[in-house]
């Protein structure tokens, strides 16, 4: 009988949490919006860049929206861990009943949340984490950053367009850094170049020179570097100049956030790369102008594309909500939200209506040294570029 009846508890247990967690969001007079970042710890700059890029759109477009007071309720992942940025993002949920999950600035936190979004019927923002095929992993996940397919296979295309057909691939040995890799040769070998090589490096390590030296006897036309922006980006750089492969012609392939912060640590150094992506400070548009005021103003520098995905996130959200009149049913908001275009500092953003990801330009840039600065300069763009071109 106690048994029975320790069965029965569990179950009522189980069931009522259930129907509490699945419940839709309440209505309420504020739209919440939980930021699930790194605030500080190693990877503080993505989640401060986030919140900076959040803050600069509402200064720009009001922090109200369809008749509502917007709210950003911030959750620090100084752990940088997939459990943590779960817990967090379970405590917005159930406590904070928010409307939206957002931030998730590695592929890993946004995985882990991807469960927890599906049994909550919790809209979800990613704005940066770049893992191939991640929205799949949800129908309540949309991403408005960029994939690393996308720029991985816009900087192969761009490599065989101008004459580059001996690439070496050089990654860090995780599953962005692999993600790389493998759509970067797929797309080259497609067009007719060849991998001549390749090497996965520790992540935790910053010791290059044994790599770069392998790669410097590789006879490669090109390498093709992926390692987080940052401490291991400065490491590389300073490794490839110092062992002279800038002097044996070699050119340097990434795919990086090319923000100010992360470009002035590398020096000099950083004039010998050729880099991929959706989004530089330097582009020309009238909502780059007003995104860069508005962030200069708050964070007191330039903004780059890893904090761009607080903005596109922030101006996705904001026109659901006006398209909705406030009503925010979370399958509504989903349905809304698949082909929504808005106007981004990076030029026109569309949902993908199939995926749920990113559909916009990547840019191929190279850095200038500029008086006392370092500029990316865009040189080509892939117009329209979608997840698994």
Same mark, same amino acid.
């Given at each position: 009988m106690k048994h029975l009846l320790k069965t029965l508890k569990l179950i009522l247990a189980t069931s009522v949490f259930a129907t509490f967690f699945c419940l839709p969001a309440v209505a309420q007079e504020a739209i919440k919006i939980g930021l699930v970042a790194p605030m500080s710890g190693t990877f503080a700059l993505y989640g401060q860049g986030f919140y900076h890029s959040m803050q600069a759109y509402m200064?720009?477009?009001?922090?109200?929206?369809?008749?509502?007071?917007?709210?950003?309720?911030?959750?620090?992942?100084?752990?940088?861990?997939?459990?943590?940025?779960?817990?967090?993002?379970?405590?917005?949920?159930?406590?904070?009943?928010?409307?939206?999950?957002?931030?998730?600035?590695?592929?890993?936190?946004?995985?882990?949340?991807?469960?927890?979004s599906t049994q909550a019927k919790r809209p979800t923002i990613v704005m940066l984490a770049a893992a =191939? #095929?991640?929205?799949?992993? +949800?129908?309540?996940?949309?991403? @408005?950053?960029?994939?690393?397919? %996308? !720029?991985?296979?816009?900087m192969a295309k761009w490599a065989y367009k101008n004459g580059l057909r001996k690439v070496y691939t050089v990654v860090s040995d995780y599953a962005p850094g692999i993600d790389c890799e493998v759509a970067f040769q797929k797309a080259f070998t497609s067009l007719g170049g060849k991998i001549i090589g390749?090497?996965?490096?520790?992540?935790?390590?910053?010791?290059?020179?044994?790599?770069?030296?392998?790669?410097?006897?590789?006879?490669?036309?090109?390498?093709?570097?992926?390692?987080? =922006? #940052?401490?291991?980006?400065? +490491?590389?750089?300073?490794?490839? @100049?110092?062992?002279?492969?800038? %002097? !044996?012609?070699?050119?340097?392939?990434?795919?990086?956030?090319?923000?100010?912060?992360?470009?002035?640590?590398?020096?000099?150094?950083?004039?010998?790369?050729?880099?991929a992506i959706q989004y530089y400070d330097t582009l020309d548009n009238?909502?780059?102008?007003k995104y860069k005021a508005a962030y200069l103003k708050i964070a007191g520098k330039n903004p780059g594309a890893i904090a761009l995905g607080g903005y596109d996130g922030m101006a996705v959200i904001y026109e659901v909500a006006r398209k909705l009149d406030g009503k925010l049913d979370p399958e509504k908001v989903m349905a809304t939200m698949k082909g929504i275009k808005i106007k981004s500092p990076r030029g026109d953003l569309t949902i993908d209506p199939e995926t749920r990801d990113a559909v916009a330009n990547m840019y191929v840039a190279k850095i200038e040294k500029r008086g006392n600065q370092?500029?990316?300069?865009?040189?080509?763009?892939?117009?329209?570029?979608?997840?698994?071109?």
């Open positions: 200064a720009n477009y009001g922090d109200t929206v369809a008749g509502k007071k917007v709210e950003i309720i911030v959750r620090d992942n100084t752990t940088n861990t997939p459990e943590n940025a779960k817990r967090l993002a379970q405590e917005l949920v159930t406590r904070e009943r928010v409307d939206f999950l957002a931030g998730f600035a590695l592929s890993p936190d946004a995985l882990s949340v991807a469960s927890l =191939s #095929g991640l929205t799949a992993k +949800s129908p309540y996940l949309t991403r @408005v950053s960029y994939s690393n397919t %996308q !720029t991985s296979v816009t390749n090497s996965r490096m520790p992540l935790a390590n910053l010791d290059y020179a044994p790599y770069v030296q392998r790669l410097k006897e590789s006879g490669a036309d090109a390498a093709f570097l992926f390692v987080p =922006s #940052g401490d291991p980006m400065v +490491s590389f750089m300073k490794n490839f @100049v110092e062992r002279g492969l800038p %002097q !044996t012609g070699m050119k340097l392939l990434t795919t990086t956030d090319l923000a100010e912060e992360y470009i002035k640590p590398m020096g000099d150094t950083a004039v010998h790369i050729t880099n009238e909502e780059n102008a370092y500029v990316p300069v865009v040189i080509d763009t892939f117009t329209n570029v979608k997840e698994g071109q």
